[in-house]
């Protein structure tokens, strides 16, 4: 019947769905979860691994490792899958990505763990781009949305779930578990993709761009490393920060200098002639800038303010991150019964700048109904942009480009992460210093210095008035973070009015129109060949 042999993307040329594509997806769900949950359980776990390996001084390179090279591996691997073969480039993040977890597990001391997370965050960029690359390949775009809304759920869960999930296995297992657990999850993933998705052979001559991949893993892992460690490890004007910005601003330049006169760039640049891909570029930045940044102090708030244990951590977001996981699934099925999805950007942009002006209300007399309703309207915003953004850049590109376009949404989803917790925490950490010396003149030094480690049980053994001063300045801390993602924010509802709403490819009759006048491309023809 029609239903068994439908071809996937009908007019966007693509290959056949293979008979079990729910097989295909549940595989591509737990990948994304390894991804996005590891980082989640590695942070509850963090305390007994720096118990049993020592090394608390590199404490912050065993997560910095792992998001430098899943960042700066990103645009690779979509290139990689571009030029031969989605399947197999996936399927050989999936082994470098276990690898690492079975090596990290069995680390003996701290610098051998960070050595490992590495090689994970080399697997870890390969998960995310594959799995929304394959989706691009096996799901028309009028489909797509109801797929990827999935996609952002599994995401939403694991970000609940991640700690929650740590804490057990590392009180009951043992901290290496919270590695090992990925090496089961993996092998199912790793089964069903080798033996149920069959995507057409691919064959480049072309030589990978080798120097355009270096320039951009020079500049990526100087800007992420300026976000992490300015404020922080170096002050923002010191030498070794300049130095880095120095780097990155060259390596950028001289990568996109390159990428016009290579042959097959890793980032080629004409799929920025497209006014819809670029702006979903901006706002995927954007995403990312608030997510993670209201990710970072929300708990901080709601544990140093109002007093919640940090045992249940995950459940702190569980409103915005509830929100977001049932928006994102109702907008993928919206978009995909209507075909029409600008509205989708438009309200997210607007809902989540009130979100967040919202959350930059809150004071040391906020109830934490008041403080989760605020926060719901945040995740409905974000439901609304999350994989709305990954579905349009896709469709503004051709086929050829599905593996770039999806790393490139990705990557700037990354780098706007790394900005927001590096603008956002620097805000935070100097209003928390003001207002400690406007409060507490003397003796609030050693709660300033703590001001991101103080949990609600420390906080009961200092001093009422101490206490009481770092509760108001936590509390300002988070008005001036949210306040300026606010502001941020407002340029992802700016970008989402300018967007043109393109019919989706595979949508019917009216979807086989030729390139609009902003660029984006008609579909591609490719025919169905040999499957892998």
């Not at 049993?52 to 899943?70: F, R």
Request: one cysteine or more; hydrophobic letters at 50%.
């Amino acid at each position: 019947m029609a239903d068994k042999t439908e071809a996937a993307t009908g007019d966007a040329g693509a290959v056949k769905q293979p008979r079990s594509v729910r097989v295909v997806l549940l595989a591509l769900m737990i990948a994304m979860m390894l991804a996005m949950l590891d980082n989640m359980i590695i942070g509850t776990a963090m305390p007994t691994i720096v118990g049993e390996l020592g090394g608390l001084e590199h404490l912050s390179w065993v997560v910095t490792a792992y998001t430098l090279a899943t960042a700066a591996s990103t645009p690779l691997w979509g290139k990689l899958g571009d030029m031969y073969g989605r399947k197999g480039s996936f399927m050989t993040s999936i082994v470098i990505f276990l690898a690492g977890s079975a090596l990290s597990g069995m680390a003996q001391d701290m610098g051998q763990l960070i050595g490992f997370r590495a090689i994970q965050g080399l697997g870890a960029g390969g998960l995310m781009v594959g799995v929304m690359a394959i989706i691009g390949d096996l799901i028309p775009p009028r489909e797509r949305g109801k797929y990827q809304g999935m996609i952002a759920g599994v995401m939403a869960l694991s970000m609940i779930g991640g700690p929650l999930v740590g804490g057990t296995i590392t009180d009951n297992w043992g901290w290496r578990w919270s590695f090992y657990i990925n090496l089961p999850l993996g092998v199912v993933a790793l089964i069903a993709i080798s033996a149920v998705l069959h995507l057409p052979k691919k064959r480049s001559e072309a030589r990978i761009d080798y120097l355009g991949a270096a320039l951009l893993t020079v500049g990526i892992t100087a800007i992420v490393l300026v976000t992490t460690w300015g404020g922080t490890e170096y002050a923002w004007t010191s030498a070794r920060i300049m130095e880095l910005i120095g780097i990155g601003v060259a390596a950028l330049i001289g990568f996109v200098f390159w990428q016009t006169r290579a042959a097959e760039p890793i980032l080629p640049l004409h799929i920025f002639r497209s006014r819809n891909f670029t702006l979903m570029s901006v706002i995927g930045f954007i995403v990312g800038f608030v997510m993670f940044g209201a990710t970072l102090f929300l708990p901080l708030y709601q544990q140093s303010v109002q007093g919640a244990s940090a045992t249940n951590s995950g459940l702190l977001l569980l409103p915005m991150l509830g929100a977001m996981l049932v928006t994102s699934m109702v907008a993928g099925r919206v978009t995909t019964s209507t075909g029409r999805y600008k509205i989708f950007p438009v309200a997210g942009g607007a809902l989540m700048t009130v979100g967040l002006f919202l959350l930059s209300t809150m004071d040391t007399d906020t109830t934490r109904f008041t403080s989760g309703m605020y926060m719901a309207v945040v995740g409905l915003g974000m439901g609304c942009l999350m994989q709305i953004t990954m579905l349009v850049a896709q469709n503004s590109v051709e086929m050829k480009d599905m593996g770039v376009a999806s790393s490139s949404t990705t990557l700037f989803r990354t780098l706007g992460s790394s900005f927001g917790v590096a603008i956002m925490g620097a805000l935070f950490n100097n209003r928390v210093q003001d207002v400690m010396a406007e409060r507490v003149p003397a003796g609030g030094s050693q709660a300033t210095e703590q001001s991101a480690t103080l949990t609600a049980e420390a906080l009961k053994a200092l001093p009422a008035a101490i206490r009481d001063a770092y509760q108001h300045a936590v509390s300002a801390g988070t008005h001036g973070a949210f306040l300026l993602g606010s502001a941020v924010a407002v340029l992802a509802l700016v970008a989402a009015v300018f967007v043109k709403e393109v019919p989706l490819k595979g949508a019917g009759p009216k979807a086989e129109a030729p390139a609009d006048g902003d660029g984006d491309p008609a579909p591609a023809k490719t025919p169905v060949t040999e499957a892998v």
